[in-house]
């Protein structure tokens, strides 16, 4: 099938490229090689590599996974590389230790819910999914001594990350100094136009340029895209300091952890998470400086088009709709579960809501439920209720213990 006519002109790839990257190494090589590549009819292969180190993709994945469905929206051809051997060693890249290198098996198990999550986003039509152990694993002795030889140590401990651990002592296993030169490789391998990561990658992929070089390939083009500041507002997102938004996670869960950023990572969040325009971000700032718009709306505005992106409409809907309805008003979930009264709660003097309780699930025990009752965790009706029993009524319990609800029919 022919690719030409699918290319659209140069100046316009680029500029639809540059939108959202913090750096571009360099430009004018893009231009040359998205000129060659138009000329070869042949699109550009764009690599990104993720190490398997937890089971599940969050959203400061997904920065650079839109920007690498951006390359595919211009009929790019994206190779999202799952680091199984990499993996192997840890990526020491802002560390102030070593990390600990992964077991295969868990490696492997996380290795499959990349596979089945990062489709949500990018175009399984132009997208090699592919492993480094597939060349890194069949290497000798004897290639591995010719990749070292070819960058020295006084180029790795530019590197502040190895120079301060140097410095203060701290040790530097051998083994870490093989992860850029294995991730440089990677390029080698692959025959890569342009390699994509976070800005803190960027000095691994420079050395990919310089590797892929020596190797009498082109030289990559780097292109990074901003690191996004987790629930904190503050940390990069990570699931490791649990200030993470799951893209798996279920969609209130996602709406309500949304829901916990400040204002202005709101607006950072909308740069990078979402299509919409800079300018229009700009004017979203002004109108609520000049008190025309709620910030409260815009950031569930916000938590609705992520939850959408990861789910679908009807549920980003539903969960907008929940939060207002549970945390805003304080009411009942609309699907909270109904049960029967059960035996043994209703007596003479009352109903003993601790034991009802904990028959329907709301508490551990029923002394779990007496202290949580004494506490003034638990709501009937809407009503703090602080004494074990309550007089004998008809009708519908709502029952509230935390987050935790329950109706119970008479």
């Known amino acids: 099938m022919s690719l030409t006519a699918s290319f659209a002109p140069i100046d316009q790839q680029l500029a639809y490229l540059k939108k959202g990257l913090a750096e571009l190494i360099r430009e004018d090589d893009l231009r040359e090689r998205l000129t060659l590549c138009a000329k070869e009819n042949r699109p550009l292969r764009v690599k990104a590599g993720f190490d398997p180190t937890a089971p599940d993709l969050h959203l400061g994945h997904t920065v650079l996974l839109r920007k690498m469905k951006h390359f595919q929206d211009l009929g790019h051809t994206v190779i999202f590389l799952i680091g199984d051997m990499t993996g192997l060693i840890g990526d020491p890249t802002g560390r102030n230790s070593a990390r600990p290198p992964m077991t295969r098996d868990e490696i492997n198990q996380n290795a499959k819910t990349y596979k089945d999550q990062v489709f949500k986003i990018l175009d399984p039509e132009k997208t090699e999914i592919r492993f480094n152990s597939e060349w890194l694993q069949g290497l000798t002795f004897e290639n591995v001594i010719k990749l070292c030889s070819k960058y020295t140590l006084a180029q790795m401990m530019e590197r502040d990350y190895f120079a301060n651990r140097y410095r203060e002592g701290v040790p530097i296993s051998m083994h870490e100094l093989l992860y850029p ?29 310089d590797i892929q070089q020596d190797y ?13 500041e987790g629930l904190d507002g503050v940390e990069k997102m990570s699931k490791s300091k649990g200030n993470y938004i799951g893209i798996t996670e279920p969609p209130k869960v996602m709406f309500r952890k949304i829901m916990q950023i400040s204002d202005p990572i709101m607006y950072r969040y909308y740069e990078l998470l979402t299509d919409v325009q800079v300018d229009e971000i700009e004017r979203m700032k002004q109108s609520v400086a000049a008190g025309e718009k709620d910030p409260m ?11 959408a992106d990861f789910h679908s409409a009807a549920e980003g809907d539903a969960a907008r709709e929940a939060f207002d309805r549970e945390v805003r008003q304080g009411l009942e979930p609309a699907d909270t579960e109904t049960v029967e009264m059960p035996a043994g709660v209703q007596t003479e003097k009352g109903i003993r809501l601790d034991k009802l309780l904990a028959a329907v699930g709301l508490a551990e025990s029923v002394t779990d439920a007496g202290r949580k009752i ?4 638990v709501e009937v009706n809407g009503q703090i209720v602080k004494e074990p029993v309550m007089a004998n009524a008809g009708g519908m319990l709502v029952l509230r213990l935390g987050k935790k609800w329950k109706r119970v029919r008479f």
């Open 374 to 377: 004494k506490a003034g965790a």
């Open 181 to 209: 030169l294995s991730q440089a490789y990677d390029s080698v391998a692959l025959e890569c136009d342009v390699e994509m990561g976070g800005t803190d990658q960027t000095w691994n992929l420079l050395v990919g340029r």
């Open 297 to 307: 709306q815009m950031k569930m505005d916000l938590g609705r088009r992520i939850v």
């Open 216 to 228: 009498g390939q082109p030289r990559q083009i780097v292109a990074t895209v901003p690191i996004l």
